[in-house]
């Protein structure tokens, strides 16, 4: 069905909704970004955190980025999507709620394979999980576990 033959949403939804979308994906995206950067920065300290739960915001990113692409070229450039761009868009969907399920675990197991061989344990006292979102802090044996040792860093 072609835009003209439906109800035409107000200016401010078509203005603002990929906005919002758009917003929401890069600020995903950065927020995953900065994350891992600090966690390969911190590879070489005594104490590492891996903050498991933003991990989860690369598929949030992605999938962000596909509600953003189907907002565009309906919403601003007034285009009926056609077979190809609903296919990669919801591709595009599909890959984002992957990634969200399985980024977070990946990084997690090779940060913690690397962070052990390299001599690091896990320091429980100090390390937090609440539902999805889990904070593990990672220390050096010269390093004493305490339960305050996070909110140090």
Known sequence: MAMVDREK????????GPLLFITGAL???????????????GMSEDVVVVD?????????GVGLLALSMAGILEAWFLKTLTKK??????RTAIIGVILTFTTPHLIDYLS???LQNEGYSICEEASHQWLFSRYIVYVQDSV???KG????L
């Open 9 to 16: 949403p107000s200016w401010a939804i078509r203005i603002f």
């Open 27 to 41: 600020g995903a995206l950065v927020w995953f970004f900065n994350r891992v950067s600090l966690l390969i920065s």
């Open 52 to 60: 498991k739960g933003s991990f989860y915001m690369l598929g949030v």
């Open 85 to 90: 761009n609903i296919t990669i868009i919801s």
């Open 112 to 114: 913690s394979n690397t």
């Open 144 to 146: 004493i576990c305490i």
């Open 149 to 152: 040792l996070r909110d140090t």
